[in-house]
């Protein structure tokens, strides 16, 4: 398995959990888990996914996340696992 962290977070607009997930499924990344909460008007959504079967690669899957935060006025992250694991051990 090919795990990634995706991270979503910004100000709440109607569309934002869709617009991630349309992207996500058309480049064949699976959602393994999710969770979102919204606390006093700001979104924020953790995804693991796997990119087993992904038709881009990572470095591109970055940029096009990037793009989308900006276009739908969320900042969007991706992070490999093991770099997500090392930054937020104690």
């Known amino acids: 398995m090919n795990k990634v962290i995706i991270t979503v977070v910004g100000k709440d607009t109607v569309g934002i959990i869709a617009r991630v997930c349309t992207y996500l499924a058309e480049n064949k990344i699976n959602i393994l888990d999710i969770s979102q909460t919204i606390v006093s008007g700001y979104f924020n959504m953790m995804m693991i996914t796997d990119m087993e079967n992904a ?29 997500f694991e090392s930054m937020h051990r104690l």
């Open 55 to 83: 038709t881009e690669k990572f470095t591109k899957v970055v940029e096009d996340l990037d793009a989308l935060g900006e276009e739908i006025g969320v900042k969007i992250k991706a992070q490999k696992e093991e770099i």
